[in-house]
């Protein structure tokens, strides 16, 4: 079993032709509302890759809240850990420009509820993977007590108590993460920072260019398949669910992220954050693997 501990967040996703520059108004082209946050993201997308999935987060006590039980039931989650607060649920504004590219604000609402002792008896399983769209200290909580392998997606990379690395087996940020949580320009000395306290390996996301894996003493470039991207929202949780699933299925790191690699480049060619199901993936995945 997968357990996730993390965000869930309503998504109102506005597509316009550009970005506004400051003090500029631009006219939306479309408006949709889906579900979100990078701990929903990547719970429904690690389960629509036929894996086990729990996932531990909090949502208002508010229509948007059930809306989610009732998403994440559908989705073959087990929600018996999820708690109800008086709070309005998580929310995300999200602008789509023409070449796929994003902007968002988030405003964490019930999220930033999701307390330490809500995590009492919940962390089983055999991966963790978590975020930094909730509180440090209940990610910091869920890492130390979890007896499986440990997974932390830095987003956002604004970590505070930099000791929780040292409970994390593989860290996975974007470049831009990666820069903020390093303090380093340069990669390799970045990793080798990093890897200081990180148990296993340091997996930088690199968009169309794939991912580096750092590990001690060892780099390895990972490529993906070249896709033309509607929508790069949710990649990276993409990624990480993926990941997630195919290391839990014994793949070696190295396969398990190529195979995330191309989940993620297909997942972009679609619109909204959430992944494909296996049935979509499968022939991309035996063909490049």
């Not at 995300?92 to 968002?104: D, P, R, S, T």
């Not at 509180?135 to 830095?154: H, W, Y």
């Not at 940020?173 to 990180?198: M, R, T, W």
């Not at 190295?254 to 909204?272: C, D, F, K």
């Amino acid at each position: 079993m997968i357990t996730v501990v993390g965000s869930y967040n309503v998504d109102f996703i506005l597509k316009v032709d550009k970005f506004p520059e400051e003090g500029e108004t631009v006219i939306a082209k479309e408006v949709y509302i889906n579900h979100g946050g990078k701990g929903s993201n990547q719970a429904v997308s690690a389960s629509r890759l036929e894996a086990k999935v729990r996932l531990i987060a909090s949502v208002g006590n508010d229509e948007y809240g059930r809306r989610a039980i009732d998403f994440w039931e559908d989705e073959r989650i087990d929600v018996g850990y999820v708690k109800i607060k008086n709070a309005p649920t998580g929310s995300a504004y999200i602008l789509v420009n023409g070449h796929g590219q994003n902007m968002i604000v988030v405003n964490r609402g019930a999220n930033i509820l999701l307390m330490p002792e809500d995590l009492d008896d919940s962390l089983k399983g055999d991966i963790l993977l978590t975020q930094l769209e909730i509180r440090e200290d209940t990610v910091k909580r869920a890492l130390s007590e979890f007896n499986g392998l440990r997974i932390l997606n830095p987003a956002p990379a604004s970590l505070a108590d930099y000791s929780i690395l040292e409970h994390v087996d593989i860290l996975t940020p974007n470049e831009i993460e990666f820069k903020e949580i390093s303090g380093a320009d340069d990669i390799n000395y970045g990793i080798d920072i990093l890897l200081k306290k990180v148990k296993k390996a340091v997996i930088i996301t690199l968009g169309e260019n794939g991912a580096l894996i750092g590990m001690k003493n060892k780099r390895v470039r990972v490529d993906t398949i070249k896709v033309n991207p509607i929508d790069t929202t949710g990649a990276g949780d993409v990624f990480n669910a993926a990941l997630a699933v195919y290391l839990e299925k014994g793949y070696d790191l190295e396969r398990a992220v190529r195979i995330a690699n191309i989940i993620a480049s297909y997942s972009t060619t679609q619109l909204g954050a959430l992944g494909p199901r296996l049935k979509e993936v499968e022939g991309l995945i035996e063909e490049e693997v």
